[in-house]
């Protein structure tokens, strides 16, 4: 194997181990702009600016990843968006 195939390999190995989760926001035809965005403050620890570019990105788009991170810190993130009637899910 040459120093190129090697380099190659670990960089790909590395990539698969530094990948994270995604929590993704998606839009829905009941919930106010004034809610998604309290939520995702509350949950996802946006600020307000934050919040509302996402919700608008939902409305216009249809989905928005909001959180980044590992599975378990996410878990419980997307657990309060759940609860708070919003259609999300961990990618």
């Known amino acids: 194997m040459s120093t190129k195939e090697k380099i190659s390999e670990e960089l790909l190995l590395e990539e ?8 993704v926001l998606y839009n ?10 309290e939520t995702l403050i509350i949950a996802c620890d946006h600020t307000p600016l934050q919040a509302e570019q996402c919700s608008l990105i939902v ?3 249809g989905k928005c990843t909001v ?6 810190d996410l878990r419980p ?15």
């Not at 919930?31 to 965005?37: G, P, Q, S």
């Open 28 to 37: 829905d035809d009941v919930n106010t702009f004034d809610h998604v965005i």
């Open 67 to 72: 959180k980044t991170g590992s599975y378990e």
């Open 59 to 61: 409305h216009y788009k």
């Open 16 to 23: 698969d181990v530094l990948k994270e989760n995604e929590i």
């Open 77 to 91: 993130r997307c657990a309060k968006l759940l609860e708070e009637g919003l259609s999300a899910e961990i990618v």
